[in-house]
Every structure is written in C-alpha cells, then in structure tokens.
C-alpha cells in the first residue's frame, strides 16, 4: 500500500475535533485509507448499501442510536437528514473523534458541514495520488517561491509518462490494472453512483461528449458558449454540468486575478483537470509519446503543474490563493501565488530552454502597487538558476518532487 501525505493530517484532525469530515472524488482512495488508521472501537457503515441509506434517511435518529461512537459512515453525503443529529450528538458529548464522514460530492457535503457542524468538524480534502506520492516521498514540503530547492531533475517523458497515467491509486495499488479498463469504468461509475443522484442530466450521451470536450480544454479559458456549440446543448447546461465538475472534484477551476488598478482584465477562470490521467482517457490520448508531440502538450503540463501544486497543499493542510492573469489583449501569466499581501508571478512552460521575455507580462503586476515577490519560470530545464532580477528557472522537479 502506497503511504499518503494526508495521513498525519487525519490523526491530527481526529486528535482535536469531535467530527472528521474527508472529502475527494470518486476513488482517490478516501475509505482505503480511514480504514487502515481507524481506531480499533470504530464502526463503520457505508450508505452506499440502499437498505442503510433508507434507514438514515427516513429515520435518521433512530440510525444513529443504532450505532455507537467511534462511528465512520462512508458516503454520508446519500443521507444529509443525519448532519442535525450528528451535530445535537457531538453537543451533549464533547469527546473528540467521535465520526469520521466521508463522501465524494464535495459541494453537497460542505454545504451539510457548514450549515450543521461548523466549528465542530475538522475537514480534510483528498485527492488523487500527488508524484511525491507515487514515487514514494511523503515527506515532501509544499513548494513556497520565498524558499525554492534544488531536486533531482526529471525528463520530459517521465512527466509525460506521469501526466498520462495519473493518479488514481488502483492503478498503482492493483498489479497488471489496465488503463484503459479503469478509466472507461470510473466514468460510466462516476455517471451512475455521483451525476444521477445530483441531477437527471437526461442525456448521458451527451454528458460524457461534454466530458470529453472540458479535458480537452484543461490549461484553457474557459468559455461556455464554446463547448456549448461544441457539445450541442445550451449555455445553461453547460454552467449547470460545470458546477457537477466541480462539486465532484474532477475539475478546479482558477480564478482571475482582479485588480481595480488594471484594466480590460478577463473575468473567466481557467479549466484545471485534477487527475491529468482521467483527462488524457477523455481526450483520446493513445500514448505518453503523442500527447507530448502534441500542440496541447503545454496545456496539460500547465495543468499538470498547477494540479500537483493544490494537491499538494491539499495534503498538508495549507492555505492556497492562487489566479491566472489575462487581459482582453490576450497576454497571460500563467500563475499567480499570493500570500504575506505578495504577488508571485510564474510562467509554466514545457521548455528546456527558458528565455526571459517569457515573463514580459509580469510587468503588470507592478501596476497593483503591491508588492512583488519571488517569480519565474517553471519548466523542464535541469538547473534551479536565477534568470534576472528577482525571477528564477525553477525545474519542475522543485515543484512537485
């Protein structure tokens, strides 16, 4: 079994809270790991099984008294009428750790979480294995521009080879799992157990197109009468499957920088895939090889970067405020970090070769008036150097190694 950043993050969560909340999509491996840390005394019940989903719901009290504390109930977002109960429970009984909840339709769950247990529940949010995580270095630091590090570097097909593979850990925990077997039967799951107990989306058909087309799009501006002509449904229900996308967790979306002091700024967020190996099964990748040669390359490696970095943050418990600049001219920054009232601008290139009019729009940065910190360029070159000024060639490798 592969060990998971989060883990210590639980531990703790579950030393100082009544209520452990973990939340993630569909199989980054949420009830797998509370299984192998739950206490001993601990309970478990999932509401995926129909019979106890039914009795949550119709008497959720009852259900409750049904079990004792330690309890860990697994798909908890099937039954929201519990959340009150749980909340009048932990009152009378202050003792911490008392039920761990876990579910994957993220919006559904913490909107539960903050209405009836606020303050009383310490969230955790999973994800899909991060590199570190795969090649075994749960050790890891998050990366902070103010401290970049030197790692040992990584080529362009291994990336590619990760970016293509992704994340999910039954591809790694299961010996000789098919790819492609896994993937086309995540999604027809995913469609069944998450999208049709949130919405009757009608045409399944039509959805998955939908899908297809948003992996495309990672690393993009999203515009939804795009896809919507693409798709062939309306702009409506392009923002409605979006939002699925995003409570699910399958898809981040990152924000615009907004400033009062610039402007003619784009108010659209940037499509960001969460496991860059669900998109390339999406996108119709046959191989590591043809996406890398291909002219989306840059935009799933962009993603891939920017994915690795929330994961990793994720993990750790960290807060995280991070953009994407673009004006109405087109000209970009790729990613901007923000903390300590500082801007970092950086660039993410799949390039060995940086040049420094790459970052030629962080210029407009100093248009805030704010202050500007540690920036660069994150790319496939070997070496952590600065390239002029306060800016830096950051390898990939200090990102996400």
């Given at each position: 079994m592969y060990e998971r950043e989060v883990k210590e993050r639980i531990k703790k969560i579950n030393d100082t809270f009544r209520v452990l909340v973990v939340t993630g999509p569909r199989q980054v491996g949420k009830t797998t790991l509370l299984e192998s840390v739950m206490p001993e005394n601990m309970t478990k019940v999932s509401l995926d099984d129909e019979i106890l989903r039914k009795e949550a719901k119709e008497n959720p009290k009852i259900f409750l008294d049904s079990y004792p504390t330690p309890l860990f109930i697994d798909e908890v977002q099937y039954a929201p009428e519990l959340f009150p109960y749980i909340k009048m429970k932990v009152d009378?009984?202050?003792i911490r750790g008392q039920y761990w909840l876990s579910g994957s339709q993220l919006f559904d769950l913490m909107k539960n979480v903050t209405e009836s247990l606020a303050g009383r529940a310490g969230i955790v949010k999973m994800n899909s294995f991060t590199y570190s995580e795969i090649v075994r270095n749960t050790k890891k630091e998050v990366f902070d521009p103010d401290n970049l590090k030197q790692h040992e570097y990584i080529d362009v097909n291994e990336i590619f080879e990760r970016i293509f593979n992704g994340g999910m850990p039954e591809l790694y925990d299961i010996e000789n799992m098919d790819r492609n077997?896994?993937?086309?039967?995540?999604?027809?799951?995913?469609?069944?157990?998450?999208?049709?107990?949130?919405?009757?989306?009608?045409?399944?058909?039509?959805?998955?197109?939908?899908?297809?087309?948003?992996?495309?799009?990672?690393?993009?501006?999203?515009?939804?009468?795009?896809?919507?002509?693409?798709?062939?449904?309306?702009?409506?229900?392009?923002?409605?499957?979006?939002?699925?996308?995003?409570?699910?967790?399958?898809?981040?979306?990152?924000?615009?920088?907004?400033?009062?002091?610039?402007?003619?700024?784009?108010?659209?967020?940037?499509?960001?895939?969460?496991?860059?190996?669900?998109?390339?099964?999406?996108?119709?990748?046959?191989?590591?090889?043809?996406?890398?040669?291909?002219?989306?390359?840059g935009h799933f490696f962009e993603s891939?970067?920017?994915?690795?970095?929330?994961?990793?943050?994720?993990?750790?418990?960290?807060?995280?405020?991070?953009?994407?600049?673009?004006?109405?001219?087109?000209?970009?920054?790729?990613?901007?970090?923000?903390?300590?009232?500082?801007?970092?601008?950086?660039?993410?290139?799949?390039?060995?070769?940086?040049?420094?009019?790459?970052?030629?729009?962080?210029?407009?940065?100093?248009?805030?008036?704010?202050?500007?910190?540690?920036?660069?360029?994150?790319?496939?070159?070997?070496?952590?150097?600065?390239?002029?000024g306060n800016n830096y060639i950051i390898p990939v490798s200090s990102v996400i190694k």
């Open positions: 009378k009984d202050k077997d896994f993937y086309y039967s995540y999604i027809n799951t995913y469609i069944e157990k998450d999208i049709k107990k949130i919405k009757n989306i009608g045409n399944v058909e039509a959805f998955k197109k939908f899908m297809r087309d948003v992996a495309i799009r990672t690393g993009t501006t999203l515009n939804y009468s795009d896809i919507a002509n693409d798709v062939g449904v309306s702009v409506n229900t392009i923002k409605d499957w979006f939002s699925i996308l995003v409570s699910t967790g399958l898809v981040y979306l990152l924000e615009p920088y907004s400033s009062n002091k610039i402007k003619r700024l784009t108010h659209m967020p940037k499509i960001i895939f969460m496991d860059l190996g669900l998109a390339c099964y999406l996108a119709n990748w046959e191989s590591a090889k043809t996406l890398q040669l291909s002219d989306l390359s891939y970067v920017i994915s690795e970095l929330i994961k990793s943050y994720d993990n750790k418990g960290a807060r995280l405020e991070i953009s994407h600049f673009r004006n109405k001219e087109t000209e970009e920054i790729d990613l901007i970090m923000f903390k300590n009232n500082t801007l970092y601008p950086l660039e993410i290139k799949k390039t060995a070769n940086p040049r420094k009019d790459m970052m030629k729009n962080f210029k407009y940065l100093e248009k805030t008036n704010m202050k500007i910190g540690q920036g660069g360029i994150i790319c496939l070159y070997d070496k952590l150097m600065k390239l002029d």
